[in-house]
């Protein structure tokens, strides 16, 4: 008897300090993971822009955002295809959404980090209490919130065109300040040859270097910045990023080929299809369809090989997550699924497929129709852990039997 006891003892033992040895914790019944990073075969960061400035109703004080209605749409009438009538062509798969909902951000992140995406650059407005600003500031912190517990980094696209034109460097210097106490000083943001990668979509308000020299002198660490295509000049620039353009493929090659001496970043996207006219706003209105004329996805599949074909390019940033109001939206949607995120998938070669994806779904779906029950709330939490640390067949599991 005593030897069995000793016996079990030292096999509750084991186990226990194997639990321990691998950083896990116990959270209110949960057990908690830490998260894994996606093995892929294609050596590149990938990032995806993300807006956060999406409103809902229950997020904006009973009034849907204006992105979602711009001048002339109006979310509250349902379609006679069940679609609320929001100002895109392209209809998300959960609906129109709020960006700072909780169930939204774990949905989103959940599904880049599946698709082997590394991070997110959130397209961020400054801290001016003008507009929707205050709105866009809260939701990116929701955002960065979870980012660490799902494993994605991320970094900062700032709006310097939001910068009052009589005041913009005492500004942008207070914009910093905020960014280096509360983004900077964080181990998962994107760090670029040791310095915080910021990028700028611009320069379009300070568009000089001594200008932003001043701007950042207020940091103990200047940036690595990154400015949009063509535009390094106007700045400290450690690299420029391509975007998206009316030339397609001539555009991006353009850049690829030629003789900048920074560092470049890739850019992917589905195509472009704005619903600027449409909404009432003023806007770019030319096309780059998605199929590009090599199958449905064609676009979206032959800007990813071209970024990763650049052995000059180390970053890939996806243009964009969720920009409804031009069409270069990849998350899943009515009209496409999940098929962006699968074909990247494929061309990073990671090990996850199309039923990943859809468990992620299953589990947005499961918080909000158990919202009051706290049992399950509890499996889906653990559902989250197991999928952060890429226990995928236990989190399907879990998903499949509620």
Not at 218 to 227: G, I
Not at 310 to 318: A, E
Request: glycine fraction near 8%; charge should be negative; aromatic fraction near 12%.
């Amino acid at each position: 008897m005593i030897k069995k006891l000793i016996g079990l003892i030292l096999i509750l033992c084991s186990l226990s300090c194997g639990k321990k040895s691998s950083g896990n914790t116990a959270e209110d019944g949960v057990t908690v993971y830490a998260p894994v990073a996606v093995q892929k075969t294609v050596n590149k960061k990938v990032f995806v822009h993300i807006m956060p400035w999406f409103e809902t109703p229950a997020s904006n004080n009973g009034v849907w955002g204006l992105h979602w209605r711009m001048n002339n749409k109006n979310p509250n009438l349902i379609l006679p295809n069940g679609q609320r009538d929001i100002a895109s062509h392209y209809y998300p798969l959960i609906g129109p959404y709020a960006s700072g909902d909780a169930n939204v951000i774990e949905y989103q992140l959940l599904l880049m980090k599946l698709s082997g995406i590394d991070g997110v650059y959130i397209d961020w407005p400054g801290i001016q209490q003008l507009n929707d600003y205050p709105l866009l500031v809260s939701n990116t912190l929701k955002i960065v919130a979870l980012l660490d517990k799902v494993g994605l980094n991320f970094a900062i696209v700032y709006e310097d065109q939001n910068l009052p034109a009589g005041n913009a460097i005492p500004t942008a210097q207070a914009d910093m300040n905020y960014l280096q106490n509360n983004f900077f000083v964080k181990s998962n943001y994107e760090k670029q040859n040791g310095k915080p990668l910021l990028l700028v979509f611009g320069p379009q308000k300070i568009t000089n270097a001594a200008d932003w020299n001043t701007v950042f002198s207020v940091l103990p660490v200047s940036p690595s910045f990154f400015t949009l295509w063509y535009e390094s000049s106007e700045a400290p620039a450690a690299g420029e990023f391509a975007w998206v353009y009316m030339n397609n493929i001539s555009d991006l090659t353009g850049f690829y080929s030629n003789g900048y001496t920074g560092i470049k970043m890739g850019s992917a996207y589905p195509g472009f299809n704005s619903y600027y006219a449409p909404g009432g706003w003023m806007g770019p209105t030319w096309v780059i369809p998605h199929d590009n004329g090599n199958g449905d996805l064609g676009t979206f599949q032959q800007t990813v090989d071209l970024a990763i074909s650049q052995p000059s390019v180390n970053y890939i940033q996806l243009v964009t997550w969720n920009d409804y109001g031009e069409g270069t939206n990849i998350e899943p949607t009515k009209e496409f699924g999940y098929g962006f995120l699968t074909s990247l998938q494929q061309r990073l070669g990671v090990a996850f497929n199309e039923a990943d994806l859809e468990m992620i779904a299953k589990l947005y779906q499961q918080r909000i129709d158990k919202a009051g029950d706290t049992a399950i709330q509890k499996k889906l939490d653990q559902a989250f852990y197991f999928i952060v640390s890429l226990r995928i067949a236990e989190a399907h599991s879990i998903l499949d039997t509620l």
